[in-house]
């Protein structure tokens, strides 16, 4: 997974649309980070992140402001989802 990426890029790999946010809605807090930071990167790569920093911090903290949840929690749960 590239880690640099334009704003433009950005918003069109890992902005939440239609059915992503159906399927997000049903979780809260760090749950909720985690799977739409897992839903999009899934998108892009056809895998899951074998480690949380396969993630670019620039993408958590765009998911993480879409779905009021601070960046910071998915670093502190991922340790687990990401195995």
Do not use: H
């Amino acid at each position: 997974m590239r880690r640099d990426w334009e704003p433009e890029e950005l918003v069109g790999a890992w902005t939440l649309v239609g059915d992503d946010w159906r399927l997000v809605s049903n979780k809260a807090g760090p749950t909720r980070l985690g799977f739409a930071l897992l839903l999009k990167f899934f998108e892009l790569e056809a895998r899951f992140p074998r480690e949380p920093d396969e993630v670019p911090a620039v993408a958590v903290a765009y998911v993480a402001e879409q779905v009021k949840v601070a960046p910071e929690e998915f670093a502190k749960r991922s340790t687990s989802t990401c195995a």
